[in-house]
DNA sequence: TCGGATTACGTGCACCGTAATGATC
DNA sequence: GATCATTACGGTGCACGTAATCCGA
């Protein structure tokens, strides 16, 4: 019988080009890969190495050999991979969204919707490479801001949630009702975190502005309080907790500071999320 | 390590359904399959039997692992194929021929020409099936009426031979000097073994004739010996040996009756047998 | 003489089979 | 109780490592 270890053995002498440096890199003494190959030999009933030569070298049909077995040891990793992977997928859920708020809103609803199912999600600041990752496999869901373009998608949209800036009441624009980004042109925000794809929109739309992001909510707090700095808040963040009082909020009126998201999933996998897309509210 | 007897335990209880039948058909006990699939579920971390139930039975991720098994032991079939394979194609070397006499011909030839090969031979009535076999490499050469059509080929004219047929003095015809296949419709013809693409022939161009194919020679010159039943000759089959004399030879003039063969290789294997060809003889 | 492969030899682990136990119908 | 899988328990083969040998440069 041609057990792996055969396969790594040969395999291995091809890579490092003798006995002596296979073995070492397998870790296992030299007779023992010696034997081996011997073994080896004896099962496919061919001689694999040349002899001739002080060095012992592979023959043609050894390398031919080690070929094939690296094609057996690639489909062996494959077979590793694909359960382990399978597995993960059976345990977990994984979804990205391109902004944290859906993320606060979908935890508990996807906690009821798959129990036994650990939840992961991460954030990306734009629907292209969550729609990648979904069309890879690499995610279960994503919420994205518009349903990805094509068929073969189950979406819904669910949430929506409007930008607006928070002022020190001494700013001199502190009394609008609302705002235009470009009317912020040249502020310094102070960011709350990651805020997904918020940031690369505030970047285009408001001229010149400066971002200080802060690794934790915490220091972002500290900053607000102890400065003038502005920074932005959202209709929805009202869940998270209260905001710093020396500020006043006032809304964005420009479209784009309104989002919709959409609850995004393959429709090959919709069978399995129907339960999910049952428990989302309307937006 | 995950060993191959591991694949094989789980690729035949997905076969089998049980524990009990796939160890039968594996010729081991039950309880060291059973120790098998255990120690593959500590391999990959996962549980790849639903033990629930009374009968052990692959759960969806085993059978996962089941499929991939069969796919990691077909490669591994194909790796000991290909150095079988691989090492039989350096010790033989195999060629086909549409008639017997080149077979002759290229014996002695192709034993100078390729030292320490054992060469083997074989017979078709027609050029398509050993162009088939050249093809996907089932043989590295053949003997053939005319080269095969496109690009991709050496070849060689190197014989010809042309048939006749051998009567009785007594026959009606036996004073003629040629004859065309149509003169002996309906006549019964002995045959001197497998005489490859001209018995598809004579049955073609003589009209109503009967064939009696002889498993040997001997049993073939003895029934022309005794009998007045005419038989085929060609000008080339001098080298065999004697023809019966109680036989006048008479030559066809049919085009067809005349064969060229060819000695033809795929043009990627025309490197290694340069030293045939430039051995072949002209026609 | 030295680097590298093979042979010799004793050891230990891992897999095996038989037998007993457990679990489910 | 019957059937099938698992656990328990010795036994053994096989691959291992160390050490000795061989073989070309």
Known sequence: MIETYLLRGIAEIDRCGSFTAAAKALHVSQPALSRAMQKLEGELGAALFDRTAGRTVLAPLG?????????????????????????????????GSVAPMPVWVLAPLLARALPGKTVESRLADADAPLVAALEEGTLDAAVLLRPPAGGGWQSKAFLRERLGVLLSPVHPLARRKTLRFADLAGETFVLFGDSGFWIPLCRRKIPRAEFLAQGTTEAARHIVANSDLPGFYSDQAARLGPYPGNRVKIPFRDPEATATYH????????GTLAQVFDALPSP
């Open 63 to 95: 390398r031919l050999a080690a070929e094939h077995a690296r094609l057996v040891l690639s489909a062996l990793d494959g077979l590793s991979a694909a359960v382990r992977e399978a597995d993960r997928a059976a345990r977990v859920f994984r979804y």
């Open 263 to 270: 609850f995004v999933c393959r429709a090959d996998r919709a």
